[in-house]
């Protein structure tokens, strides 16, 4: 079963405007950590953003904003007032507490990603 | 810069053939985990070493094997190399294994080219 979707292959957002990527996660596990990783066209994978699942507080760094909804198991990064250096693959990931046999424990688990345009 | 070094940036190879891939993580962090991106597989993790030890094993052929050294660098072997292992291979280190903040910074890959 995918643990991570991305249901958005594609976005196209003008620049200085705000845009929503999303991400929906499936854990039965009560413990875990949801990142945003950005992978600009040459290669990198840049770390972004990180919300734990006892958060009381949705997370922020800078332009970037974590919209967590726990019991839509929903973890959208938006990135505001965007700007041309932001087209990039963005992915989201999960790491899990614990899982069955303790034999994944600390990897994360990646969505399909999502590509950002930024527009001038 | 993630503080991550990979080397090479580059990889050109024949079937067949054996690849090392190394990874040198940011100071102080004692996690090294290794990560297989391709077009049709995405990112998948393939294996993590803490300190010295190997912690997990996700979808790594019997072909691929890893290490950590005594220094924290870590290097993953790549043997009878077919042309679907042609991918982004990426180290990323962390400080430990604890979930809370335990963020994963990630090199900037081995590009990997089987002809």
């Known amino acids: 079963a995918q643990k991570i979707t991305q249901t958005q292959p594609g976005m196209f957002v003008q620049e200085k405007e705000a845009v929503t990527l999303d991400c929906t996660y499936d854990?039965?596990?009560?413990?875990?950590?949801l990142f945003w990783y950005k992978q600009p066209s040459s290669g990198e994978m840049i770390f972004l953003i990180y919300?734990?699942?006892?958060?009381?507080q949705n997370a922020t760094e800078g332009r970037y904003s974590l919209n967590f909804q726990k019991a839509r198991k929903s973890a959208n990064l938006v990135i505001s007032a965007s700007q041309l250096g932001d087209s990039a693959m963005y992915f989201c990931?999960?790491?899990?507490?614990?899982?069955?046999?303790?034999?994944?424990?600390?990897?994360?688990?990646f969505g399909q990603g999502t590509i950002l345009t930024v527009h001038p | 810069d993630s503080g991550v070094t990979q080397t090479p940036k580059h990889l050109i190879t024949a079937t067949g053939q054996r690849v090392t891939l190394r990874c040198s993580p940011r100071?102080?962090?004692?996690?090294v985990y290794w990560y297989q991106q391709s077009l049709d597989q995405g990112l998948q993790f393939l294996i993590h070493?803490?300190?010295?030890?190997?912690?997990a094993k996700g979808n790594i052929l019997e072909r691929f094997s890893a290490q950590q050294f005594p220094d924290l660098h870590s290097e993953l072997n790549l043997s009878s190399l077919e042309l679907g292992d042609s991918a982004l291979y990426f180290c990323?280190?962390?400080?430990?294994?604890?979930?809370?903040?335990?963020?994963?910074?990630f090199g900037a890959g081995t590009r990997l080219s089987v002809l």
């Open positions: 990323a280190s962390s400080q430990g294994t604890g979930l809370a903040k335990n963020i994963q910074y």
């Open positions: 854990t039965s596990d009560p413990s875990y950590g």
């Open positions: 919300q734990g699942s006892y958060d009381q």
């Open positions: 990931a999960m790491r899990e507490g614990r899982s069955a046999g303790g034999t994944s424990y600390g990897k994360l688990t």
């Open positions: 100071s102080g962090d004692l996690s």
């Open positions: 070493y803490y300190n010295g030890e190997e912690r």
